[in-house]
């Protein structure tokens, strides 16, 4: 019913910036706004962590590698996500993921799923 697609990954070097986006569309009908919004990670040989989150009521929490320099945020009017990562390290390497729930009705009824990943490199 909801595809999230992400987008802005890339290599960049140390102490840089990206912005990923997170993207909802309705593959059979039209979507009503993101309500809450994770950031997840894995970098090879690791599991999966937790990077950044947006409850419906617009509370954030931050992993604390991360702290100080990712912003989460979303438009609903685009029905857009984004992730602003700045003084980017080594250690952010990883494939970046976004998880959502999505209004899919006026009525209440809600879609949960991920996307399909984009990768972030930083070159030290």
């Known amino acids: 019913q909801v595809q999230l697609v992400e987008s802005g990954g890339g290599l960049v070097q140390a102490g840089g910036s990206l912005r990923l986006s997170c993207a909802a569309s309705?593959?059979?009908?039209?979507?009503?706004?993101?309500?809450?919004i994770s950031w997840y990670r894995q970098a090879p040989g690791k599991q999966r962590e937790m990077v950044a989150g947006?409850?419906?009521?617009?509370?954030?929490d931050y992993a604390d590698s991360v702290k100080g320099r990712f912003t989460i945020s979303k438009d609903n009017a685009k029905n857009t996500a984004y992730l602003q990562m700045n003084s980017l390290n080594s250690e952010d390497t990883a494939v970046y993921s976004c998880?959502?729930?999505?209004?899919?009705?006026?009525?209440?009824?809600?879609?949960?799923?991920w996307g399909q990943g984009t990768q972030v490199t930083v070159s030290s």
């Open positions: 998880t959502a729930e999505v209004s899919i009705d006026l009525e209440g009824s809600t879609w949960y799923g």
């Open positions: 309705g593959t059979s009908g039209i979507i009503f706004g993101i309500n809450e």
């Open positions: 947006m409850t419906r009521d617009g509370r954030t």
